[in-house]
């Protein structure tokens, strides 16, 4: 008996309708639009943070820049989606910036860069790790938005003179001058750091001489100008500024009864060793900038919101 298969029809794919069509192009354009944009997001972070000083505001500008873009009719339109991109978050930038001015001569108490972890991502985004170190941000934050986005540009991510101008809108000569300007002012008023080893040794030993309230031992690793600055942004009670190599040696060693009971978390911030200090459920940020003088800078993040962008730290506040 011989057993035959039954023949069956073949299967002929749907006829897509000319809606169909679009909405399957639209998805398309859509996915590539995603794609684009998450491949250059690390970049437009890192452009807004080292502009904005804050990390808060780096992301909010991100997400604008996102909503622009997914909403733009014109993207497949753009030859070079990261240019554009890039040139939208600048701009986005300048003009937060211009107001971040007033909130700061504003800011109760001494305010200070929000740090980032950089135990992932070194350069935050960046060629190279050029603005990113808390000392240089307090800098940059004498600049104006458009010589700070300049330097940001040029120094930080290695954009031509002719690509800052075109972001700027302005002559080439322009941006060239605006970049000069921003990288002798940086110049005059950084100096050479010690490497992150070098560094991570002096925290530790800052750390070690403050608990202790060793003022001697504090003396020996300050330079002569050491400045301690403290951000409490009106939210938690913190010292004005103190400088000078004895006066931030009394002024650390009279707080050693503040280190009773903490728990320290290493880390890393801004490409430099950092420490969480948990006390009573509460984390305060510290890390100091050093150069052969020895520390010249210390900075206290007592503010909880400050420290939303570093690994382990709460969200609150």
């Not at 307090?138 to 700070?148: A, D, F, Q, V």
């Not at 941006?175 to 992150?196: C, D, F, I, N, Y």
């Amino acid at each position: 008996m011989c057993l035959m298969a039954e023949e069956r029809p073949l299967q002929t794919p749907p006829m897509q309708t000319p809606s169909s069509v679009h909405l399957d192009a639209e998805i398309h354009e859509k996915s590539d639009s995603l794609l684009i944009f998450t491949s250059v997001r690390p970049r437009l972070f890192g452009i807004a943070y080292r502009m904005l000083g804050s990390a808060a505001e780096a992301e909010d500008i991100v997400q604008d820049v996102w909503l622009r873009w997914q909403q733009s009719a014109n993207r497949s339109t753009v030859e070079n989606p990261a240019a554009y991109l890039a040139t939208i978050t600048t701009r986005l930038c300048i003009n937060v910036a211009q107001s971040a001015q007033y909130r700061r001569e504003t800011y109760i108490g001494t305010w200070l860069p929000e740090p980032v972890d950089t135990s992932a991502d070194p350069g935050v985004g960046a060629e190279r790790d050029e603005a990113l170190k808390l000392a240089v941000l307090l800098l940059l934050e004498k600049l104006s938005p458009t010589e700070r986005a300049a330097y940001v540009l040029r120094e930080a991510f290695d954009y031509s003179y002719r690509e800052i101008a075109d972001i700027l809108q302005m002559e080439e000569a322009n941006a060239r001058q605006l970049v000069t300007r921003a990288r002798k002012h940086v110049v005059e008023g950084r100096r050479t750091s010690v490497s992150p080893g070098e560094q991570r040794r002096l925290l530790e030993a800052f750390v070690t001489a403050a608990q202790n309230g060793d003022m001697a031992a504090l003396e020996a690793l300050f330079a002569e100008d050491v400045v301690s600055y403290s951000d409490g942004g009106g939210l938690v009670r913190a010292a004005g500024p103190v400088s000078g190599r004895k006066r931030v040696a009394a002024f650390v060693a009279a707080l050693s009864w503040c280190w009773k009971g903490v728990t320290l978390d290493w880390l890393e911030t801004n490409g430099q060793a950092a420490v969480l200090i948990l006390h009573d459920g509460v984390s305060f940020g510290l890390t100091v900038d050093a150069s052969a003088q020895g520390i010249n800078e210390i900075m206290w993040f007592l503010r909880p919101s400050k420290l939303t962008a570093v690994k382990g730290s709460p969200k609150r506040g």
